[in-house]
């Protein structure tokens, strides 16, 4: 295929990775960063070229009777263009590529080998790893990505009307669904693309080959496990001890002060009802006749003492101990999860 000077000149540093011949002299070229469009010569108009950047943020496309368009939306702009409906397929499968590759979905040497589109789902399929896209549009930057290399199972379960695909990534099945009539192709698809990365060249090797990644997810899994693997934070106060004790004795002392006393106190108790029945808050002693007042020398002893609290007055002030007590516990297993959520998160991330 000759290379059209124009797009030569709009080259620049860059190499053309692939291009598609669009009929007559129209052609479209892709580079690592770029979509190069050339329209030849005709009738009505000169030759031209448009140039795309890869790094939109969206991308969607709408199929017409005879033609697929384009809608390219970047941050300050929107650019279309389109191409006959039977050249819509490999442009798409081009594009994506590009637009892969600059967003860092996929290494620079890394190929999309199909694209699927069902209603709102888009199934992209590298030699490296399966890409999904749900929404409206076929590509922004809301998607899943499950490299092959994590894959540990590979399952199809055909319905009446779709086939659920299963694919189990370090043991975690991710499903998505596709149409009975085109769930073929995608199955073909998807299989021999995990062949090809595993070198493998029949369904049982292939089966064999990931066996072994569901193995090494089993003891990854296992090493997880271990509590001891996640670290609290300094500032944050277990529930329990290290014998876990401790805090069960504080709420047991707690509720314990609700209601009756305890066992081998009732005598302490009792004297202490009695003592507050019959001493007396204040004396007061003094001659009526000159309106002098004189307080006597037990008041002045004890006149600016509290007076002692009562059972009653004793249980109330332990009931709200034990709220305050489990208000405060309450909060402190709150803040715990969080920060083991916060914790789990991150390293799910940098797995």
Known sequence: MEIPELIKQRLGDETIESAVSLGDEDLICFTPSRTLLYRGEGLIGDESIGVYDSNLERLNVSEGRRKTGFTLTYVDREEKFSVSRDRGDPVLQRLLQSVLRTAGVIDAEESVTDVYRFSELTVIITDARVVKHIGAYVWDGEYEEYPFAEVTNLDFEEG?????IVVSVAGRPQRFKAPND?????KRSLTNALSEYYEVGSLSQLDDALEENRDESAEEDDDDSVSSDIQLDDSISPLVGDDGDEEEELDTDAIR???ESPEGDDGDATADAEADSSRPSEVVTGDDTDGAETTGSETGERGDTAVAPTAAERAQASREGVT???????ELLKEQHETIRKLIDE?????
């Open 257 to 259: 002060g609700i209601g």
């Open 324 to 330: 305050t007590a489990v208000k405060r516990q309450n």
């Open 347 to 351: 390293l799910q991330r940098r797995k």
């Open 182 to 186: 085109q769930a073929k192709l995608l």
């Open 160 to 164: 009446s009307v779709a086939t659920q």
